[in-house]
């Protein structure tokens, strides 16, 4: 699709626009016929919510998040591993937006229904699907941190950011980012618990490998100014 090209060649923008189009044009199309173009507009939307959670657009999101569920419930039987992808990840963001929002007992049963879509995938192919079973791990736990419940949210960041570490080393040194995020909401949730040594020392490991990332990432540049300031 057009603005999936888009987006490949860096034109964000003019993507967005497209994909706006391309929506609109899917939906008069559904209504036609929705058996034919329902994956068509599943798929559209699920670039276009992408996109806007991504902005934190969280309130012009969820609408659009709750139409591509209610979409692709009726064809997980279908093509159970493609739309119970695309269902379990429009959950999963689906609930970022309702715990941003101040929905978090929402938020957490929206994460849970994409965790049980999401995690019989990630066991099926790891490699393919680990970064959203992180994701859907993290809305949780940040549903359950919201709720007051850090011995709740604990594990599920543990697990996540155990993901994210193997996506990063492994498949796309990008996921250190949402290491990052993942991995200060483990430690801040540590505080608020009785600490497992073992999970304590694999936190310890994950942000020295965090800070290492940092050290090599830096330019020349950035090298020599902060050891001109030292």
Known sequence: MLFRSLDALGRADEAL??????????????????????????????????????????????????????????????????????????????????????????????????????????????????????????????????????RDAEPHLRESATLLWEVARDHSPSAFNDLRQVAAAWRESLTHTTPDPDATALLTDIEQALADHDATSRSPTEVRSSSADG
Not at 120 to 126: D, I, T, Y
């Open 17 to 150: 626009i497209a994909v706006q189009e391309s929506v609109e044009l899917y939906r008069s199309l559904w209504t036609e016929n929705s058996d034919q173009f329902a994956p068509n507009l599943v798929e559209c939307l699920a670039f276009y919510t992408h996109e806007l959670v991504d902005q934190q657009r969280f309130t012009d999101a969820l609408p659009l998040l709750e139409e591509t569920a209610r979409l692709c419930r009726p064809l997980v039987d279908r093509e159970p591993s493609k739309f119970g992808y695309f269902l379990g990840d429009a959950l999963s963001k689906q609930s970022k937006c309702q715990t941003a929002l101040g929905r978090p007992t929402e938020g957490r049963a929206s994460a849970t229904e994409a965790l049980g879509l999401l995690r019989p995938l990630c066991e099926a192919g790891p490699s393919e699907y680990q970064w959203n079973l992180a994701a859907v791990l993290e809305a949780l736990a940040t549903a359950e941190l919201k709720l007051d419940r850090p």
